[in-house]
């Protein structure tokens, strides 16, 4: 069985760098990009990503249905990147707008749960990127305070199964558990 390890942090904390250097040490990697180009900044965002990581990485674009991915090419490598959990919460919400707040919920929540299950039955090692929005204040309106409490809900779900937790902060990870 391998290893979950969850790196959080907030936007533009050094995150996903230091998560690629530990992803580093395995030759097979398969990289899971939850983000979409939804304009110019984030596709210049994306093309900086895809330029540092190794070109023998495999990446798979997936925005919503990771768990999906990890069944099925999870096992084929030693290693598993998904940048980042925070997009693919976002992804959800977005994609599964027409259900009510608690359908929404049962949603997320079946979809992680099935997510960590699958990585529990795998022998690579995952490492997952997070954002962590609790730090600041509290949302001006309903969609900004579910997602938050959906991005909680979920950093501790992952949480609670990793062996390691890091927290990057002005480009310096400290170990949290």
């Known amino acids: 069985m391998g290893?979950?390890?969850?790196i959080l942090g907030g936007s533009n904390s050094?995150?996903?760098?230091?998560?690629?250097?530990?992803?580093?040490?395995?030759?097979?990697?398969?990289?899971?990009?939850t983000a979409e180009a939804i304009d110019d900044e984030i596709k210049m965002k994306l093309?900086?990503?895809?330029?540092?990581?190794p070109p023998e990485w495999k990446?798979?674009?997936?925005?919503?249905?990771?768990?999906?991915v990890i069944e099925k090419e999870g096992d084929?490598?030693?290693?598993?990147?998904?940048?980042?959990?925070?997009?693919?919460?976002?992804n959800m919400i977005i994609k599964n707008s027409h259900l009510n707040d608690d359908d929404l919920e049962i949603f997320i929540k079946n979809k992680l749960s099935r997510t960590?299950?699958?990585i529990k039955s795998s022998n690579a090692d995952f490492y997952i990127v997070s954002g962590e929005?609790?730090?600041?204040?509290?949302?001006?309106?309903?969609?900004?305070?579910?997602?938050g409490r959906f991005l909680?809900?979920?950093?501790?779900?992952?949480?609670?199964?990793?062996?390691?937790?890091?927290?990057?902060?002005?480009?310096?990870?400290?170990?949290?558990?």
């Open 47 to 53: 093309k900086k990503h895809r330029e540092s990581r």
């Open 133 to 147: 929005v609790g730090l600041g204040l509290i949302g001006e309106n309903k969609l900004a305070r579910l997602y």
């Open 116 to 118: 960590v299950k699958t």
């Open 14 to 33: 050094g995150k996903s760098e230091f998560t690629e250097n530990l992803a580093k040490k395995h030759s097979d990697v398969l990289y899971i990009a």
């Open 3 to 6: 290893k979950l390890t969850l």
């Open 76 to 90: 084929k490598f030693s290693a598993v990147l998904v940048e980042c959990i925070l997009l693919c919460v976002n």
């Open 152 to 177: 909680g809900d979920t950093n501790r779900l992952l949480a609670e199964d990793a062996a390691e937790v890091f927290f990057v902060v002005a480009g310096i990870p400290t170990k949290i558990k």
């Open 59 to 68: 990446t798979i674009e997936e925005p919503v249905h990771i768990d999906n």
